[in-house]
C-alpha cells in the first residue's frame, strides 16, 4: 500500500528556530494530510492539501506538496516547546488514508 | 462535544481470553478505521468501514474481526488474543476523504 514516509525520524531545535519535516510517497494521490501526537495520545488533524494545491498556510503552519517528486513539507516557524510532538503525514489516494512512521520533534526551551 | 470514544482505555489479559474494544462517533460519519500503533512501524491499519455493513481489511487484519451494525460504531473483536497483539489501539473516523478524528487510544496488554 502507498505510504508516506517522514525524514528525519527525529529533530531537536530550540525554542524560537524553525522546523521542517518531509514527506515522500510513492504513488498518485488525492490529498495529502498531516497529524500530530502527542505522547501515547490520539492523532489530530493539522492541514490537508490537495493534489492540485502547491502550499498551504494554518497559523504557524505552512505545507508545500510537490507531486512530480512526489513529496511534501511541514515547516513549523517559531517552534515553541509545547509544539513538541510526533508528526505524521498521511496520503490519501484510492485506498483509505495511509500513515508514516512519524518524526519525532523535541523543542527546547 | 464531537468525539471518538473508545473502551477500555486500559487493559490486561491473557492469551485467549475474547475481548471487544468499543468505538463510538458521534459525528454521523461514514469511515471509522481501526489502527494499531507498534514502536518503530508508526500507525497500521487493521480494518476500516465505509459505512453500515460494509468492512475492508487494512494491512494487518489478522487476529482480528469488526462488525459495522450501526453508523455510529464500529468494535474491534479479538476472538484469541495473542501476546504479539499488545499494542496500542486507535479509532478514528470521517467523512469520506474528509481528515480523521482519532479515539483517545486503549493500551492492550497480552499476557
Known amino acids: 500500500s502507498q505510504q508516506g514516509e517522514e525524514d528525519p525520524q527525529a529533530l531537536s531545535i530550540q525554542e524560537g528556530e524553525n522546523a521542517t519535516m518531509n514527506c515522500s510517497y510513492k504513488t498518485s494521490i488525492n490529498n495529502l494530510q498531516w497529524y500530530r501526537q502527542n505522547s501515547g495520545r490520539g492523532l489530530v488533524h493539522l492541514i490537508l492539501i490537495r493534489s492540485n494545491e502547491r502550499e498551504k498556510h494554518s497559523g504557524r503552519l505552512r505545507v508545500t506538496l510537490d507531486t512530480s517528486k512526489k513529496s511534501s513539507s511541514l515547516l513549523i516557524t517559531a517552534s515553541r516547546a509545547a509544539d513538541t510532538a510526533s508528526y505524521f503525514c498521511a496520503t490519501r489516494g484510492n485506498t483509505p488514508l495511509v500513515f508514516g512512521k512519524g518524526t519525532r520533534l523535541s523543542v527546547i526551551a | 462535544e464531537a468525539q471518538v470514544t473508545q473502551n477500555p482505555r486500559y487493559l490486561i489479559t491473557v492469551t485467549g481470553k475474547k475481548l471487544t474494544v468499543t468505538c463510538s462517533q458521534n459525528?454521523?460519519?461514514?469511515?471509522m478505521s481501526w489502527y494499531r500503533q507498534d514502536p518503530g512501524l508508526g500507525l497500521r491499519q487493521i480494518y476500516y468501514s465505509m459505512n453500515v455493513e460494509v468492512t475492508d481489511k487494512g494491512d494487518v487484519p489478522e487476529g482480528y474481526k469488526v462488525s459495522r451494525k450501526e453508523k455510529r460504531n464500529f468494535p474491534l473483536i479479538l476472538e484469541s488474543p495473542s501476546p504479539n497483539q499488545t499494542s496500542l489501539y486507535f479509532c478514528?473516523?470521517?467523512?469520506?476523504?474528509?481528515?480523521?478524528?482519532f479515539g483517545e487510544g486503549s493500551r492492550l496488554t497480552v499476557l
Open positions: 459525528m454521523n460519519h461514514e469511515y
Open positions: 478514528a473516523s470521517s467523512l469520506i476523504a474528509g481528515e480523521l478524528f
